[in-house]
Nanobody
């Protein structure tokens, strides 16, 4: 059974940093792509970043380019989202998700992702 478990959310002041983790289990993810999405209150879920697990190639939403970095640790089966220079508008529930097998880091639509974590809250105060 596939499980994606996020952690690392919390409350931070504007300009601060957080690192989210997504621990994946239940299958071999080496041919998959992993993505981070977020959903703010009253808004639709939106794409944040994605990584191809085998190649390490990445893709980012314009709103987070230069501030967020997605990475993976193959040995730990974990994907990370390092978030720097956080802004109040980054406040949201952050979800990790997988697409595959033979997934693509270019996929930005949530409909293309099949497994999802439960989400972790990130709150950025001004």
């Amino acid at each position: 059974q596939v499980q994606l478990v996020e952690s690392g959310g919390g409350l931070v002041q504007a300009g601060g940093s957080l690192r989210l983790s997504c621990a994946a289990s239940g299958r071999t993810f080496t041919t998959y792509a992993m993505g981070w999405f977020r959903q703010a209150p009253g808004k639709e879920r939106e794409f944040v970043a994605a990584i191809n697990w085998s190649s390490g190639r990445t893709n980012y939403a314009d709103s987070v380019k230069g501030r967020f970095t997605i990475s993976r640790d193959n040995a730990k089966n974990t994907v990370y989202l390092q978030m720097n220079s956080l802004k109040p508008e980054d406040t949201a529930v952050y979800y990790c998700a997988s697409n595959g097998p033979f997934g693509s880091h270019w996929l930005t639509s949530q409909d293309r992702y099949d497994y999802w974590g439960q989400g972790t809250q990130v709150t950025v105060s001004s």
